[in-house]
Antibody, heavy 117, light 107 residues
């Protein structure tokens, strides 16, 4: 069974940093692109970033470019999102998703990041 | 960036009815479009990919169509469990972008 479990969310002050993790199981992690998608409270879905299967290619939304870094450790079956210089508008539930043909066909349950003083 | 515009923003229908949700892209995206269903407090669930392909395990009352800039999601024979918010997403080019969502209420 495919499982994606996010962790690392929490309360952080503006300007602070946080690293999210997404532990994958039930499939060959190293074969799939992965994505991060976020959802602010009561708002819609926003795509954040993607990484290809071997970690050599990444893409970011303009709103996080230069502040967030996506990475993966295929030996540990884990996806990461390093978030620096956090802003109030980064407050959201962050989902990791496994990509199949560019579409997120498996999603984690999400982890809440709150940026507030 | 490609903008995705959904309509309506909300819709109410009865069990057994059919509902159609529209998604328009600001530029052509061929058939690189997905539809997701999201229930409160839950992760999104992929329903339709490549505009019209039904994801495994999704009931056949869900169907998608369109190409280029105009797409539709049709839900026929509505069931109570179809109450949710539905999002389209383009996967033609980065950044991938979502529509603003359509909230479906089952009367």
């Amino acid at each position: 069974e495919v499982q994606l479990v996010e962790s690392g969310g929490g309360l952080v002050q503006p300007g602070g940093s946080l690293r999210l993790s997404c532990a994958a199981s039930g499939f060959t992690f190293s074969s799939y692109w992965m994505h991060w998608v976020r959802q602010a409270p009561g708002k819609g879905l926003v795509w954040v970033s993607r990484i290809n299967s071997d970690g050599s290619g990444t893409t970011y939304a303009d709103s996080v470019k230069g502040r967030f870094t996506i990475s993966r450790d295929n030996a540990k079956n884990t996806l990461y999102l390093q978030m620096n210089s956090l802003r109030a508008e980064d407050t959201a539930v962050y989902y990791c998703a496994r990509s199949s043909g560019s579409y997120g066909n498996y999603w984690g349950q999400g982890t809440l990041v709150t940026v507030s003083s | 960036d490609i903008q995705m515009t959904q309509s309506p923003s909300s819709v109410s229908a009865s069990v057994g009815d059919s509902v159609t949700i529209t998604c328009r892209a600001s530029q052509g995206i061929s058939s690189w479009l997905a539809w997701y269903q999201q229930k409160p407090g839950r992760a999104p669930k992929l329903l339709i990919y490549t505009a019209s392909s039904l994801q495994s395990g999704v009931p056949s009352r869900f169907s998608g169509s369109g190409s280029g800039t105009d797409f539709t999601l049709t839900i026929s024979s509505l069931q109570p469990e179809d109450s949710a918010t539905y999002y389209c997403q383009q996967a033609n080019s980065f950044p991938f972008t979502f529509g603003q969502g359509t909230r479906l209420e089952i009367k």
